[in-house]
């Protein structure tokens, strides 16, 4: 069984930053899994934040986050970090850490990814 737990949501106002943390457990090796994140916020569809290939060289951003979010992964503590600063209220959402086979490439969109958290909530207040 897999598990991916995301941890280091909260509140925080416009300007600030916060630092979500993902761990995996069960029968998951990080290191062969691209890892994303997205975000949910009430009343629209999960959509594309950041990823990042197997090996860590390789990040993508949805434009909104480029220059203020940077997404990282330890694959010996099997672990994937999303940094984010400079947040704005339209950031507010709940945030999922998600993974696919690397073998897939890199997908930027929901689809395709096979193993998902449960979500932690970021509330970003102007």
């Known amino acids: 069984q897999v598990q991916l737990v995301e941890s280091g949501g909260g509140l925080v106002q416009a300007g600030g930053s916060l630092s979500l943390s993902c761990a995996a457990s069960?029968?998951?090796?990080?290191?062969?899994?691209?890892m994303g994140w997205f975000r949910q916020a009430p009343g629209k569809e999960r959509e594309f934040v950041a990823a990042?290939?197997?090996?860590?060289?390789?990040?993508y951003y949805e434009d909104s986050v480029k220059g203020r979010f940077s997404i990282s992964r330890d694959n010996a503590k099997n672990t994937v970090a999303l940094q984010m600063n400079r947040l704005k209220p339209e950031d507010t959402a709940v945030y999922y850490c998600?993974?696919?086979?690397?073998?897939?490439?890199?997908?930027?969109?929901?689809?395709?990814?096979?193993?998902w958290g449960q979500g932690t909530q970021v509330t970003v207040s102007s």
């Open positions: 069960g029968r998951f090796l990080m290191s062969s899994n691209t």
């Open positions: 998600a993974g696919h086979n690397r073998l897939k490439g890199v997908l930027l969109t929901t689809g395709g990814y096979d193993y």
């Open positions: 990042i290939s197997w090996t860590g060289s390789n990040t």
